[in-house]
């Protein structure tokens, strides 16, 4: 009859399974001689080692019983009383067998053979410490690999999340950044060239350094810079855009556009060109291993009509939880929304 697996499965299995047998064996020979090293060679180290190795057999019996049949069936069911009269049972079984293997074993021995007969109620006890030993060692193993395992699974699904709110992020400051350079091709700006390449090392930064989990701090103010040299082109020559940076700024590392979105929140809902005069300030410190970034805004009087048709926004929402993904519990955000202006404060402390 033909094998329904296929060969790279069928070489795969029997790799693992050569892998873990090959383990359990080596385990065992090694428990094997440092029972024969504790036992001592008073009659030859080869008498000694065979002794350690008919233990170390029915202890291996004990503990495969109790991992492949008694836990899956009856404790991981919660059957404890089951369970445990079960376990007893065969360390009651496994005891008068092995002292058979041993009484013949002994013949040339006699002194030895009474000592086996008088002292098979401490061979049940060490039996029976094995098999609970060995259920300890099961249940610590399993739960050590439900972690790992949900652990993975939690970091996958956060890789996943954070991949998406980055695929929402990037085409949004695309469009925007192409809408500046066409204000400024319609004004014939002689700015134009520089303008740019500014939009060039905008893009570079966005399409591949924010690939990364991290970049470095200054890449980020960089692009910060360049964002509002765009907007202060496009913008009312009576707007008042101020970007203050203080602090060692050098080998700090940041999740990227993570600030990006409150400037975009502040220039295309606060700033804006029905504005006589209006400011968008920013001011960004940095203290060891701690950042505080504040923004603020003016608001016009009324919101513009396409911020009424917009419902809701990536922005804000995706920075609170980008902020809860990437930095738990080292970060505070705070918005403060007056009558004529909007704030937000950003107080975290990078990885």
């Not at 090959?22 to 094997?32: K, N, P, T």
Request: proline share 4%; net charge positive; charged share 20%.
């Amino acid at each position: 009859m033909q094998n329904p697996l296929p060969a790279h499965w069928r070489a795969s299995f029997n790799r693992v399974l050569y892998r873990t047998s090959s383990r359990h064996i080596l385990f065992w020979l090694f428990v094997a001689i440092l029972l024969t090293l504790l036992e001592g060679a008073h009659n030859g180290f080869w008498f000694a080692f065979t002794n350690e190795s008919i233990n170390v057999f029915f202890y291996g019996i004990l503990v495969y019983f109790n991992f492949n049949y008694l836990i899956p069936n009856y404790l991981t069911k919660n059957k404890f009383l089951t369970y445990a009269a079960l376990l007893i049972l065969a360390a009651v079984i496994i005891t008068p067998i092995k002292a058979i293997v041993f009484y013949v074993k002994f013949a040339a021995h006699p002194l030895t053979r009474g000592e086996l007969i008088e002292n098979l109620n401490w061979y049940f006890l060490v039996h029976f410490f094995v098999a609970g030993a060995s259920s300890i060692v099961k249940i610590v193993a399993d739960w050590a690999k439900q972690l790992r395992e949900r652990q993975e699974l939690e970091n996958q699904t956060m890789q996943s999340e954070l991949r998406f709110l980055k695929s929402q992020i990037n085409p949004h400051f695309l469009f925007n950044t192409l809408n500046n350079l066409y204000a400024l091709t319609l004004k014939k700006s002689d700015d134009a060239p520089e303008i740019v390449i500014k939009l060039s090392e905008m893009m570079r930064y966005m399409l591949y350094d924010c690939n990364e989990k991290q970049v470095p701090l200054s890449k980020e103010i960089s692009y910060i810079h360049n964002y509002l040299d765009l907007e202060k082109l496009r913008q009312s020559k009576n707007a008042d855009i101020r970007f203050e940076v203080s602090g060692m700024v050098a080998d700090q590392q940041i999740a990227p556009l993570m600030f990006i979105p409150f400037l975009e929140n502040s220039f295309k809902h606060g700033l804006t060109n029905a504005l006589a005069q209006g400011f968008v300030h920013i001011y960004l410190q940095v203290e060891g291993r701690h950042i505080s970034f504040f923004i603020e805004n003016t608001k016009p009087d009324t919101k513009p009509v396409q911020d009424r048709k917009r419902s809701g926004g990536i922005g804000l929402v995706n920075v609170r939880r980008r902020l809860q993904l990437l930095y738990p519990g080292k970060y505070e955000l705070s918005v403060k929304d007056n009558p004529n202006t909007y704030a937000v404060s950003l107080e975290m402390d990078l990885n």
